[in-house]
Nanobody
């Protein structure tokens, strides 16, 4: 069983920054592919960014490219999402997900609200 706990959400003005963290339990964090997802009210959940377990390759959805940066610290069992130049349309509940051979796990989510 893998437990994921997100933190770092909050209220920020447009143009501001937030850094989300997702701390994972388990001894094999380095083998987890990690991803950030978001769901805005009335919308489907979408994948925002991901980072592989092998070579650290990253993915970003088009709407956040150049503004968000995903990173991981395997020594701390944590994945981060640095969000800069935030826009009101980034408002959503952000959740992290871990994928590994043992299964897929989700965190509970953290609210990000960007005011205009």
């Amino acid at each position: 069983q893998v437990q994921l706990v997100e933190s770092g959400g909050g209220l920020v003005q447009a143009g501001g920054s937030l850094r989300l963290s997702c701390a994972a339990s388990g001894r094999t964090f380095s083998s987890y592919a990690m991803g950030w997802f978001r769901q805005a009210p009335g919308k489907e959940r979408e994948g925002v960014s991901s980072i592989s377990s092998s070579d650290g390759s990253t993915y970003y959805t088009d709407s956040v490219k150049g503004r968000f940066t995903i990173s991981r610290d395997n020594a701390k069992n944590t994945v981060y999402l640095q969000m800069n130049s935030l826009k009101p349309e980034d408002t959503a509940v952000y959740s992290c997900r871990a994928d590994w051979i043992g299964g897929r796990y989700w965190g509970q989510g953290t609210q990000v609200t960007v005011s205009s």
